[in-house]
């Protein structure tokens, strides 16, 4: 067993992990950040299309900070924390700022220049050149040059706690094969959203960002766990690659989507104006007309009646096509087969504005935050989420850090020698079979479409996969089927007790919005048992 002492542990190596760790190290606090697989790489931020919205000095002058919020609270059925959203929009702006400091381009140059993204009422959205993947790359160099401590190919399994606060985590190092104990005085996970729960979706492979379990398991509560997003348009064809569409321009300038029988999905349900869709209302219109009596039925986006002029003269219309295009998606000569997929989880650890959670010296910070996003999220807030609390976050632990000392060396033994025996021990049912077990009851059970008796079956399915007798090469595979138990477990029983339709959730058994479901769902362990809370938004 190896250890390692840190004054602020950050878990997770995406945006919201580097800004918190910038953060930190910049405030002088000895920081150490753990990442599953490099810092920088294989996270959902490396795949991200780099959009961020903000109001900024180069914004439309009838834009404002207030329209920010109230978009934002529209978009996310209003049930979205209010405080995590004024913090967001109120300080985003600072953050635009400072990043520009740092070195990060946007389309535009100089002058950085905005798009229009569904969900906001002004164009607001600013492009990063070289999108999440060189985002990234420029804050881990910042990272390095403040003499941060990388701990990578090393996977967090728990979280230790003394009395109430936690001390510190535990996990397994691949690439030596080590059991690895972090004693800090603060914690931060920044593990990102649990994309490898559904099979269809664009997160990276074992996207695991079941920081809600971890947190959960020492007292944390986690909330608006029921809304899943799952953006409507990725290509979904044999022989094509599996990449996203951003369908806005493309439906702007004549685009389609066609259901088996050829007919216009938009003309079925009257949408005149089909760019406009947020992503809610646009997945659930797509998986109903998927429901098929022998099977899943078909869809295409057809772009053929997209004109050359236009393409010519849109640099919006040019940038969705080309994309495709490079990928060998044969955007202009035919339709193609499109799927909604799992894109992002509005649920999480809940926090105050700081990104600390009700657990003493446990913080969260990115997706693996719930709450403000409510019922849906809108195209650039995810990474405007992950860069101010983020960087709050990593100040506000750095300065807890001076107030408390670290644990002793003894309170990690056991966690750690649990741990080892969990790898030691080789079951018979194979890790990865229980893990595409898990995706198909969430994709089927709990997916775009759900209803009481479907989640019910989910919920006991899942719950006879509890227990398995587990094995698999890589010890991560198997150690980490608990957490996404426990993490579809959550997310299952959230849905369930919502009962009515709004934003990312949709009840075919209640599907109206209801008045008095203007609230939040809540969940904690408590003494083993889940705790439910309703909360204001
Ligand atoms: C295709 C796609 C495009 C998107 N484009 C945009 C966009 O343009 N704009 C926008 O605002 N949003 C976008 N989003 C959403 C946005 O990219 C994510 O919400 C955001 O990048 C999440 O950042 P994060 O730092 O919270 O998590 P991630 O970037 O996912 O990082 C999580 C980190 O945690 C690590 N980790 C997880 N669990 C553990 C563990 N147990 N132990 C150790 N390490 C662990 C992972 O290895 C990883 O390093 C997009 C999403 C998708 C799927």
């Known amino acids: 067993m190896v250890t390692y002492d840190a004054d602020v542990l950050i878990v997770g190596g995406g945006l919201a992990g580097l800004c918190a760790t910038i953060s930190s190290s910049s405030n002088l606090s000895k920081t150490m950040i753990v990442t599953k697989t490099l810092v920088g790489a294989a996270t959902t931020t490396s795949l991200a299309a780099g959009v ?25 059925g209003n049930i979205n924390d209010r405080v995590l959203v004024k913090t967001m929009v109120n300080d985003i702006p600072k953050y635009f700022m400072r990043l520009l400091e740092l070195g990060v381009e946007f389309d535009g140059g100089d002058v950085p220049t905005t798009k229009f993204i569904p969900g906001h009422s002004k164009p607001r959205s600013y492009f990063t050149k070289g999108k999440g993947v060189h985002l990234q790359a420029l804050l881990r160099k910042i990272c390095e040059a403040l003499s941060t401590k990388f701990l990578e190919r090393t996977t967090i399994t728990s979280l230790v706690r003394e009395g109430e606060r936690v001390v510190g985590a535990v996990g397994y190092k691949s690439d030596t094969k080590e059991v690895v104990t972090i004693r800090s005085k603060v914690t931060i996970l920044a593990t990102g959203g649990p994309g490898e729960l559904y099979p269809r979706t664009l997160m990276p492979i074992g996207s695991s960002g079941y920081g809600t379990s971890l947190g959960m398991k020492t007292g944390a509560e986690v909330v ?17 690659p599996r990449i996203f569409v951003d369908y806005s321009p493309l439906l702007r300038y004549g685009a389609d989507v066609k259901n088996a029988e050829g007919e216009s999905v938009f003309k079925k349900y009257k949408v005149e104006e089909p760019f406009k869709l947020k992503r809610d209302a646009f997945s659930v219109m797509l998986a109903k007309e998927m429901i098929g009596e022998g099977g899943e039925r078909p869809l295409y986006l057809d772009c053929t009646a997209i004109k050359e002029a236009d393409i010519k003269s849109n640099s919006s219309l040019a940038s969705a096509v080309m994309e495709l295009e490079s990928k060998q998606v044969p955007v202009r000569k035919k339709k193609f087969g499109i799927s909604p997929y799992a894109h992002f989880f509005m649920g999480g650890l809940k926090t105050d504005a700081n990104g600390a959670t009700n657990v003493p010296a446990l913080y969260a910070a990115g997706e693996a935050v719930g709450g403000i996003h409510g019922a849906n999220r809108i195209g650039g807030n995810a990474f405007a989420a992950c860069i101010v609390f983020g960087f709050r976050s990593g100040m506000a632990a750095s300065l807890y850090s001076s107030t408390v000392d670290p644990a002793g060396e003894e309170i990690f033994v056991e966690t750690s ?16 079979e229980v893990k595409s077990e898990i995706q198909r009851i969430m994709w089927e059970k709990v997916g775009i479409l759900r209803e009481k008796r479907g989640m019910e079956e989910g919920l006991m399915a899942l719950n006879s996969l509890r227990g398995a007798q587990l094995a698999s090469e890589d010890p991560v595979d198997k150690l980490l089927v608990p957490l996404m138990l426990d993490t579809a477990d959550v997310i299952t029983l959230s849905a369930m007790l919502r009962e009515e339709s709004r934003g990312a959730h949709y009840r075919l058994d209640f599907p109206e919005q209801k008045e008095e479901w203007q609230k939040k769902i809540s969940l904690k362990l408590c003494e083993g048992k889940c705790e439910v809370k309703y909360l204001p938004p």
């Open 52 to 76: 961020l919205s903000a109001v900024t000095p180069y914004s439309d002058p009838e834009d404002s900070v207030e329209r920010h919020y109230q978009d934002t609270m529209a978009g996310g």
């Open 224 to 240: 608006d766990m029921e809304f899943v997003q799952f953006y409507p348009t990725m290509v979904y064809e044999d022989g094509l």
């Open 417 to 432: 020698s649990l741990l080892t025996e969990a790898i030691n021990f080789n079951g018979t049912r194979d890790a990865r």
